[in-house]
């Protein structure tokens, strides 16, 4: 896992380019501002309008000095990632092919509901689990993303949304990006530490101020990760589960013959904070005639037993070349049944954005890993 995380590093700003603030914690801007021999609250004052109101001309900072916005100005930017394409969907849903410095290229989707509104998150370019049913699964990692390039995920979202405060609109409540979902593009528990600084800045009540209550992070099952999550970061956990006995799942989630279902499990049973208050939520993609019938509902009743949880049925989202087929709405909704007899909430998510591609495991990019140059 550390191999993993030193290998596919962000790329470092170029020594002779201006810096990205985005992606700085409060810590390193005071740091960087010790540097410049200036006093911390103005690290703070710069932080409130990075993340607080999504400003990105210095010249718009009024509360800091003409001297100081120019010195800015010549070493540092606040850049989002570029737009490579930007795609809505006639549900309403939003996708965004990002285009990071490097030229790889991650996806981030919106997702408008009733209620809230979700922002589904990448963590790496490609994904190194290989789950069959995923289609970011048929994409060999190509690296671990950096802070800046998660955290800018949201505030491009925030853009394109207009939800930035103003003088006439200064609440942060009611906003249509109200949730975040790290259930993009990569298995976020191969990308901790920096998926962890990011979620730090978006949980700022200074900037972002998305509670930790309303951010989700999706796992594979990466077990010696899980705990550290809920001690550090406090977010809700999901666990893409999708199957009931090791053997089906060390097909179609390959990572489960590294930590298999009954260790997974009682990592999530010492989940930090687990009550019935805060429930761990298991994903379980329906795939017709793999893991949808009665016998398979049962048994996961069964194995969840006294975890404080909910289950979410996926209905399969499919894409060229997918091996399974979806179940049928009677069949999800008799497994449905089951799981809610037995008191855990079961509801069945409803596809949105398949007409381009947005929907659950349907995400992925065109980047590659560079090749290495051949020898002689």
């Known amino acids: ?3 993993i995380l030193e290998q596919n590093a962000p790329p470092e700003s170029a020594d002779d380019g201006p810096i990205n603030l985005i992606g700085m914690s409060r810590e390193e801007l005071v740091a960087t501002f010790a540097a410049m021999n200036e006093p911390r609250f103005r690290a703070d004052q710069l932080f409130q309008w990075i993340y607080g109101r999504g400003v990105t001309d210095f010249d718009e900072m009024t509360n800091i000095s003409k001297s100081l ?3 800015l100005a010549d070493r540092f930017v606040v850049a989002r990632p570029n737009i490579s394409r930007d795609l809505a969907s006639e549900d309403g849903t939003h996708k965004w092919l990002l285009r990071l410095d490097d030229g ?3 996806e981030c989707v919106h997702i408008p509901e009733d209620d809230r509104g979700t922002l589904c998150v ?5 994904c190194t689990l290989n789950c069959r049913f995923c289609h970011t699964g048929t994409q060999r990692l190509v690296r671990n993303i950096g802070p800046a390039e998660i955290v800018g995920q949201v505030m491009l979202a925030r853009d394109h949304l207009g939800e930035w405060p103003t003088a006439e609109r200064p609440t942060i409540y009611e906003r249509e990006l109200s949730n975040i979902v790290m259930m993009g593009m990569g298995e976020p528990l191969y990308n901790f530490d920096n998926v962890a600084a990011a979620l730090k800045i978006v949980m ?3 900037g972002i101020a998305i509670s930790r209550r309303r951010i989700t992070l999706s796992t594979a099952g990466v077990v010696p990760l899980i705990r550290r999550c809920g001690e ?6 999901a666990i893409s589960l999708h199957a009931v006995r090791d053997d089906l799942r060390d097909e179609i989630v390959p990572i489960n013959r590294k930590y298999p279902i009954a260790e997974l499990l009682a990592t999530c049973r010492d989940y930090p904070g687990l009550k019935n208050s805060r429930r761990i939520t298991f994903e379980y993609v329906m795939l017709k005639d793999v893991n949808d019938s009665d016998a398979d509902a049962r048994e996961l009743v069964r194995i969840i037993a006294g975890i404080p949880a909910k289950v979410n049925l996926i209905p399969f989202n499919p894409w060229p070349g997918a091996p399974y087929d979806r179940s049928t ?3 999800i909704e008799a497994f449905a049944e089951i799981v809610r007899s037995a008191g855990y909430p079961s509801p069945v998510r409803t596809p949105r954005g398949e007409d381009i591609m947005a929907a659950c495991g349907q995400l992925k990019s065109e980047s590659e890993r560079p090749r290495r140059a051949m020898a002689g």
């Open 122 to 126: 990448s963590s790496q370019v490609g």
């Open 232 to 237: 550090e970061l406090g977010v809700n956990l």
């Open 69 to 71: 916005r120019t010195k």
């Open 104 to 106: 790889t290229e991650v």
């Open 1 to 3: 896992m550390s191999t």
């Open 329 to 331: 709405p009677e069949r």
């Open 204 to 206: 700022d009540d200074a």
